[in-house]
């Protein structure tokens, strides 16, 4: 009976791992740091942006949209705002990452 009391709380501990884990290998695990970011958005708005780990991101704009965040496996997807959800591919660069659908430039964030 020991061995199956024990059960419940190893699969939910596996659990918690795995999407850690797939969280903490997405790029977009990298912007959760605490700090503001300087973001240009795909239609050329610049505003400041924070990750949070909960998913949720602060906004420091003239119109701050309400956003959330969501990594990928090569990214993350923002949801929110006048263009409801865009998922970009993040690529590091010398002072942050862009954010590209496909070919197209959407996102630009700097340090």
């Keep these: 009976m020991t061995v199956l009391k024990h059960r419940p709380r190893a699969l939910v501990l596996c659990c918690l791992m795995a999407t850690t884990t797939a969280i903490a290998e997405s790029p977009a695990s990298q912007l959760v740091t ?29 119109f701050a949209p309400r956003l959330t965040w969501t990594a990928t496996d090569d990214g993350l997807c923002l949801t929110g705002g006048p263009g409801g959800t865009m998922c970009a591919t993040l690529f590091p660069t010398e002072t942050g990452f862009i954010g590209l659908d496909g070919e197209t430039l959407i996102l630009r964030l700097d340090r």
Excluded: C, H, Y
């Design 34 to 62: 605490g700090e503001f970011w300087s973001a240009t958005l795909n239609r050329g708005q610049q505003v400041r942006l924070k990750f949070n780990a909960d998913g949720t991101i602060d906004v420091r704009a003239l």
